[in-house]
């Protein structure tokens, strides 16, 4: 019984519960499977990371300790292979130290060298070595002239020109830093220093797991310091620290290295002052072992949660597949035509119930589009039959001029006939012709219709004359009413604001590849600041009173449709002319329609 019903639940054919559930639970497993996988990886790399940083930097810090007591320990060699009274005399005097004139020279050098040693606890000794055999010291352990014939005395001898660093072989609690003495150019003794060997292991006590393994090896590539509580069993011999040493010599940052069948992480500094290595090996199996009980922790927990979100997404589907099956049922009364089924309210607040609301009013929408669309054609036929009346009143317009033209010409009245006859041509420019280029002659002739009507409006008269470069430039195409507003600019604020006879010249010609239009007026003139104000945008300027287009949008049009440098420049003189230049691609009707499309 039980079997049976989980058989229809699951049944990817019979049940879309069972769809769900499957679903659910395959992107519940892959989610917590990858974010488990990603957040362990992305752990054992932090902790790595860390511990590389940790070690980096706590190495860095303990080489930068080191060299400051090294540096100190410099400062004090230096004054004593300085010091005439205190070192040279007392090495350079024919004194013997067991006479009482030595054994003064000898307790000045011990004072001198007990002054310099104090308050420096990491110096257990300090010893001024001469040739002539003479032995002086402060501090422990003793020191007497046997030390001459040592391989140490041999290698500051050898090394000691500025500083010289050497760890004997062997167990012993101090590195000595050692530095000729010389007089008149000649070698008569040495000084050296013994740090603490104490000092060192504080320093360089860099330890992120227990059985981590840290070296400082000297520029001998000896032993200066290794970690001394490693198991005798796991640490490597010199020979294989001196090799690990050459393999990473360019190391910059860490690497990964097998030893005796264990992986360590293995870091390297070396020292710029001294010239000393830092090898640090750290265990991957110590380093990552609390990684390895979070991962098996994060598996436990994920078991736990993948079960619990399976039994929620087992109620969840049934729930939803509730609600749907109610929806399906109101879905199929619309798909039949019923926009007033009766309702099973969905009181649901998930995804369903919201989709049911939404489904809800979509029916009351798809009511009120319905008689929308009624209203919709009712305004249509009204607007079509308004189109049609408006197409009546241009004609109406035209019929009614061609009336008084015919009338001026009955009656003798020559002026009101060419008014009359100019309007009209006017008129069809604007009205009648839909064409968004027009060629320079058909413009001319507008404009020239347009001078015939205002051209009485004032006492003296106004006359117009064009200038063409080559007949040919009169196919080009220019866009429709581009001259004009410049010709009403340049009757109405030029010329009409004197009183003499207006001349305008309109002057075409070409120039490269472009076609170039000029209108000059003999008006007033305008000042800078007045021809800027024309061509800047949102200073309000006036449109022109027959095309409704003022200079500005003249400009801001061929600008806009052509780019740079096309477009309208001024050039005035107050008080006598006033010139507008307008500059074309020239382009002939070939090319226009390619020009018009882009503009739209």
Same mark, same amino acid.
């Not at 006036?542 to 449709?561: D, L, P, Q, T």
């Not at 005035?572 to 226009?592: C, N």
């Given at each position: 019984?039980?079997?049976?019903?989980?058989?229809?639940?699951?049944?990817?054919?019979?049940?879309?519960?069972?769809?769900?559930?499957?679903?659910?639970?395959?992107?519940?497993?892959?989610?917590?499977?990858?974010?488990?996988?990603?957040?362990?990886?992305?752990? /054992? !790399? @932090? *902790?790595?990371?860390?511990? +590389?940083?940790?070690?980096? $930097?706590? =190495?860095?810090?303990?080489?930068?300790?080191?060299?400051?007591?090294?540096?100190?320990?410099?400062?004090?060699?230096?004054?004593?292979?300085?010091?005439?009274?205190?070192?040279?005399?007392?090495?350079?005097?024919?004194?013997?130290?067991?006479?009482?004139?030595?054994?003064?020279?000898?307790?000045?050098?011990?004072?001198?060298?007990?002054?310099?040693?104090?308050?420096?606890?990491?110096?257990?000794?300090?010893?001024?070595?001469?040739?002539?055999?003479?032995?002086?010291?402060?501090?422990?352990?003793?020191?007497?002239?046997?030390?001459?014939?040592?391989?140490?005395?041999?290698?500051?001898?050898?090394?000691?020109?500025?500083?010289?660093?050497?760890?004997?072989?062997?167990?012993?609690?101090?590195?000595?830093?050692?530095?000729?003495?010389?007089?008149? /150019? !000649? @070698? *008569?003794?040495?000084?050296? +220093?013994?740090?603490?060997? $104490?000092? =060192?292991?504080?320093?360089?006590?860099?330890?992120?797991?227990?059985?981590?393994?840290?070296?400082?090896?000297?520029?001998?590539?000896?032993?200066?310091?290794?970690?001394?509580?490693?198991?005798?069993?796991?640490?490597?011999?010199?020979?294989?620290?001196?090799?690990?040493?050459?393999?990473?010599?360019?190391?910059?940052?860490?690497?990964?290295?097998?030893?005796?069948?264990?992986?360590?992480?293995?870091?390297?500094?070396?020292?710029?002052?001294?010239?000393?290595?830092?090898?640090?090996?750290?265990?991957?199996?110590?380093?990552?072992?609390?990684?390895?009980?979070?991962?098996?922790?994060?598996?436990?927990?994920?078991?736990?949660?993948?079960?619990?979100?399976?039994?929620?997404?087992?109620?969840?589907?049934?729930?939803?597949?509730?609600?749907?099956? /109610?929806?399906?049922?109101?879905?199929?009364? +619309?798909?039949?035509?019923?926009?007033?089924?009766?309702?099973?309210?969905?009181?649901?607040?998930?995804?369903?119930?919201?989709?049911?609301?939404?489904?809800?009013?979509?029916?009351?929408?798809?009511?009120?589009?319905?008689?929308?669309?009624?209203?919709?054609?009712?305004?249509?036929?009204?607007?079509?039959?308004?189109?049609?009346?408006?197409?009546?009143?241009?004609?109406?317009?035209?019929?009614?001029?061609?009336?008084?033209?015919?009338?001026?010409?009955?009656?003798?009245?020559?002026?009101?006939?060419?008014?009359?006859?100019?309007?009209?041509?006017?008129?069809?420019?604007?009205?009648?012709?839909?064409?968004?280029?027009?060629?320079?002659?058909?413009?001319?002739?507008?404009?020239?219709?347009?001078?015939?009507?205002?051209?009485?409006?004032?006492?003296?008269?106004?006359?117009?004359?064009?200038?063409?470069?080559?007949?040919?430039?009169?196919?080009?195409?220019?866009?429709?009413?581009?001259?004009?507003?410049?010709v009403e600019n340049a009757i109405l604020h030029g010329i009409g604001r004197t009183d003499r006879e207006g001349n305008v010249i309109i002057r075409v010609y070409g120039e490269h590849n472009d076609l170039v239009?000029?209108?000059?007026?003999?008006?007033?003139?305008?000042?800078?600041?007045?021809?800027?104000?024309?061509?800047?945008?949102?200073?309000?300027?006036?449109?022109?009173?027959?095309?409704?287009?003022?200079?500005?949008?003249?400009?801001?049009?061929?600008?806009?449709?052509?780019?740079?440098?096309?477009?309208?420049?001024?050039?005035?003189?107050?008080?006598?002319?006033?010139?507008?230049?307008?500059?074309?691609?020239?382009?002939?009707?070939?090319?226009?329609?390619t020009i018009g499309k882009e503009a739209m």
């Open positions: 019984m039980i079997l049976s019903r989980l058989r229809r639940w699951f049944s990817p054919r019979l049940n879309i519960q069972g769809k769900m559930f499957i679903a659910f639970g395959l992107v519940t497993l892959l989610s917590i499977v990858s974010v488990t996988s990603i957040i362990y990886v992305n752990m /054992r !790399e @932090t *902790i790595k990371k860390n511990a +590389v940083t940790s070690v980096s $930097d706590s =190495i860095r810090q303990a080489d930068e300790s080191l060299n400051m007591m090294l540096q100190e320990i410099d400062r004090l060699n230096t004054v004593a292979v300085t010091s005439k009274t205190s070192v040279l005399d007392t090495l350079l005097s024919p004194h013997d130290q067991v006479s009482y004139e030595g054994f003064q020279e000898q307790k000045r050098t011990e004072e001198f060298l007990s002054g310099l040693m104090a308050y420096k606890p990491y110096i257990t000794r300090m010893a001024i070595v001469g040739l002539n055999g003479k032995v002086i010291f402060s501090g422990a352990p003793w020191l007497d002239r046997r030390f001459l014939d040592t391989e140490m005395m041999a290698y500051i001898l050898s090394n000691g020109s500025r500083h010289a660093y050497f760890k004997p072989p062997g167990d012993t609690d101090a590195i000595t830093v050692g530095r000729e003495i010389r007089y008149n /150019r !000649e @070698t *008569i003794g040495v000084v050296m +220093v013994d740090l603490n060997y $104490d000092f =060192i292991k504080k320093t360089f006590g860099v330890r992120p797991t227990k059985d981590s393994l840290l070296y400082v090896l000297d520029a001998q590539n000896e032993f200066v310091y290794q970690t001394e509580s490693a198991p005798s069993a796991s640490t490597p011999s010199i020979d294989t620290i001196n090799a690990m040493n050459r393999q990473y010599a360019g190391l910059t940052r860490s690497a990964e290295h097998e030893l005796d069948g264990k992986s360590y992480i293995v870091v390297r500094h070396q020292s710029d002052y001294t010239g000393w290595t830092t090898l640090a090996l750290v265990p991957m199996d110590s380093l990552l072992s609390e990684s390895t009980r979070v991962r098996n922790l994060m598996i436990e927990v994920s078991v736990v949660v993948f079960l619990v979100v399976l039994l929620g997404a087992l109620q969840m589907s049934f729930r939803t597949t509730v609600n749907i099956r /109610r929806l399906k049922s109101m879905m199929m009364q +619309v798909k039949e035509g019923n926009l007033s089924f009766p309702r099973t309210e969905i009181r649901s607040r998930d995804e369903i119930g919201e989709l049911y609301r939404v489904f809800v009013s979509m029916v009351e929408e798809l009511k009120r589009l319905m008689e929308g669309i009624r209203v919709s054609e009712k305004k249509k036929r009204e607007a079509e039959l308004t189109a049609l009346q408006a197409q009546i009143r241009p004609h109406f317009l035209y019929n009614s001029l061609n009336t008084i033209k015919y009338l001026a010409k009955l009656n003798g009245v020559p002026n009101i006939e060419e008014v009359s006859g100019s309007l009209i041509e006017l008129m069809r420019a604007v009205l009648g012709n839909s064409n968004e280029f027009l060629t320079v002659r058909e413009e001319l002739e507008y404009v020239s219709s347009y001078v015939s009507v205002v051209k009485y409006k004032y006492m003296e008269p106004v006359r117009m004359s064009t200038q063409i470069e080559d007949r040919a430039l009169l196919e080009c195409q220019v866009p429709k009413l581009m001259l004009q507003p410049l239009i000029e209108v000059e007026d003999n008006g007033g003139g305008m000042t800078r600041e007045q021809m800027d104000g024309m061509l800047k945008p949102g200073d309000g300027e006036a449109s022109s009173r027959f095309s409704g287009m003022g200079v500005r949008n003249v400009h801001e049009r061929i600008f806009r449709m052509y780019g740079e440098p096309y477009g309208i420049r001024l050039f005035s003189e107050p008080g006598k002319h006033t010139k507008a230049r307008i500059r074309f691609p020239k382009l002939y009707s070939e090319e226009v329609e």
